[in-house]
T-cell receptor, first 111, second 113 residues
Framework: KNQVEQSPQSLIILEGKNCTLQ??????????LRWYKQDTGRGPVSLTIMTFSENTKSNGRYTATLDADTKQSSLHITASQLSDSASYIC??????????FGKGNQVVVIP | DVKVTQSSRYLVKRTGEKVFLECVQDMDHENMFWYRQDPGLGLRLIYFSYDVKMKEKGDIPEGYSVSREKKERFSLILESASTNQTSMYLC????????????FGSGTRLTVV
């Protein structure tokens, strides 16, 4: 079964601190891995997309890493801001328009 | 800027009503998708369409149907709404090859009472 597991399920961090979210997957074959940010009540917005050959990709204060050998990815948030409070969803594509979704990491940033 | 637009942000319907959720994209994408998102379950694929008048069942198609009469528009239909269809519904689209163009709409929060 194609699965995407994210951890931790939720976390609370102080404004200005860094945090790292984890995504492990068993999806095969693998086409690309995406991280989305979803604000409460809104649709997911793409942060990064990585293919098999990419190890790291940044989008502002967000940096994603990918280890295709171990089938692990992480999303690092640097110097967190209150606006980073959201759900972060890891999505893995098999390349046939069918995606496997993680259940999300719920991040709450407090002042 | 590319856009996927869902016609309603919030919708409240009664049990047994026929419900239409509309999605329009302006990117000339071939593929369009409908998902529902529930706490603890993540996003689940209901139906997708890879061309006008073409459709395929996703993982949870029961109780839903879809219509794609024009390339830019993909409608999700609840023939007889039930309370277990209360959920967040998300539309998405992507070019034929998939790749980098997967874009979501803002979502429709449907409540069936």
């Amino acid at each position: 079964k194609n699965q995407v597991e994210q951890s931790p399920q939720s976390l609370i961090i102080l404004e200005g601190k860094n945090c790292t979210l984890q995504c492990n997957y068993t999806v095969s074959p693998f086409s690309n891995l995406r991280w989305y940010k979803q604000d409460t009540g809104r649709g997911p917005v793409s942060l990064t997309i990585m293919t098999f050959s990419e190890n790291t990709k940044s989008n502002g204060r967000y940096t994603a890493t990918l280890d295709a050998d171990t089938k692990q990815s992480s999303l690092h948030i640097t110097a967190s801001q209150l606006s980073d409070s959201a759900s972060y969803i890891c999505v893995v594509s098999r390349g046939n328009n069918r995606l496997a979704f993680g259940k999300g990491n719920q991040v709450v940033v407090i002042p | 800027d590319v856009k996927v637009t869902q016609s309603s942000r919030y919708l409240v319907k009664r049990t047994g009503e026929k419900v239409f959720l509309e999605c329009v994209q302006d990117m000339d994408h071939e593929n369009m998708f409908w998902y529902r998102q529930d706490p603890g379950l993540g996003l689940r694929l209901i139906y997708f369409s890879y061309d006008v008048k073409m459709k395929e069942k996703g993982d949870i198609p029961e109780g839903y149907s879809v219509s794609r009469e024009k390339k830019e528009r993909f409608s999700l239909i609840l023939e007889s709404a039930s309370t277990n269809q209360t959920s967040m519904y998300l539309c998405a689209s992507t070019p034929r090859g998939g790749g980098y163009g997967y874009t979501f709409g803002s979502g429709t929060r449907l409540t069936v009472v």
